[in-house]
């Protein structure tokens, strides 16, 4: 399914609601709040893009694979990189290449 996915896929549900399963009690709310294409290349994916999630604060993932599930979307299996906070919460990118 991930394969199938395209930026434009993701682009449709900017500033929509995510929810990693994480461990804790509930899941923690995510925001996708940007998408941003890369370099066309060669490999698997000829247009690479990454996604980049907002989250609070208070709560950090750590680098790992998660279930996120979206009313949209359903369920996905994302590689999550938390980038840092920024003056709205805590981001996480994950790339599609």
Known sequence: MLQDLTHASFE?????????????EAPLE???FQVRLHEP???????PFSLYF???????LHQAT???EHDRMGTLDLFLVTIGPDPQGM????VFN
């Open 12 to 24: 449709e549900q900017l500033n929509t609601p995510f929810r990693v399963h994480y461990g804790g």
């Open 30 to 32: 995510i925001s996708l």
């Open 41 to 47: 290349h060669a490999g698997p994916r000829a247009q």
């Open 54 to 60: 907002r989250g609070p604060r208070g709560a950090v």
């Open 66 to 68: 998660y279930r996120v």
């Open 91 to 94: 981001c996480y990118e994950a």
